[in-house]
């Protein structure tokens, strides 16, 4: 039957573990669960999302993939970065959402993976406002104000008890040097961390809980104003 196939690396099997452990611990007590994966790319983390609720959650659940699937690199990291440079070529051609199609077959029946072409502003309104989420894993974009506005808008589909989480949070604010990290906001990844991320999460929540470079936050009221450490 084959196996997934990949054209760039992406999340290591350390940050995927990170992932599978909070699938978990949502697990605990649910009946289903239900994750909205922003940013999917050839769909790595959504088949460990897709077989960690099977796993881990009696009635399984459903993983929901938005992504655009359209090059969004900034022309500074294309040009410095050979993985930015992979990244975007082969989402010119088309390679990324194809083998996305074909590798979200491998996925368990159990947890289905869905997914909706957009980005989180377009489609998460289509949802309707009874729509939420146990976890919500942002992997989008990493400038700035791309960051910050999906946290905004993910926030209310987060059902109370639930995760608001992201990767690629390196280096949080308090320990970066805060007017570089301000200066290249709209960076991809520029000296060993994401400055978008960095900046967009502490406007958002301050310093967070973060293990391999996995962030997270857990919503406490429906109010949107009060999230604890996972």
């Not at 993976?113 to 992997?139: A, C, H, N, R």
């Not at 470079?213 to 104003?225: H, I, N, T």
């Amino acid at each position: 039957m084959g196996e997934p196939t990949y054209s760039v690396p992406q999340n290591s099997g350390d940050r995927l573990a990170v992932l599978e452990r909070l699938i978990a611990k949502q697990a605990q007590g649910a009946v289903r669960l239900s994750v909205l994966e922003v940013g999917s790319y050839e769909g790595g983390s959504a088949l460990m999302f897709s077989h960690a609720i099977a796993k881990h959650c009696e009635h399984g659940g459903m993983v929901m993939c938005v992504d655009p699937w359209l090059p969004y690199l900034p022309e500074e990291d294309v040009n410095s970065n050979e993985m930015c440079g992979r990244m975007e070529a082969a989402l010119k051609s088309g390679e990324v959402f194809k083998r996305f199609c074909e590798n979200i077959t491998f996925g368990d029946p159990q947890a289905k993976i869905k997914f909706q072409l957009g980005s989180l502003p377009t489609v998460l309104p289509t949802l309707g406002p009874e729509e939420q989420f146990d976890l919500i894993y942002i992997d989008g974009s990493h400038a700035y104000q791309d960051v910050r506005k999906d946290i905004l808008i993910a926030k209310p589909f987060v059902k109370v008890g639930g995760l608001l989480c992201g990767d690629d949070l390196e280096r949080q604010l308090a320990d970066s040097d805060q007017e570089f990290t301000h200066r290249n906001k709209h960076r991809e990844y520029v000296n060993g961390y994401h400055p978008g991320v960095t900046l967009a999460v502490a406007k958002a929540f301050g310093t967070v809980w973060c293990e391999e470079a996995v962030w997270a936050v857990r919503k406490v009221d429906r109010s949107c104003k009060q999230w604890s450490s996972p």
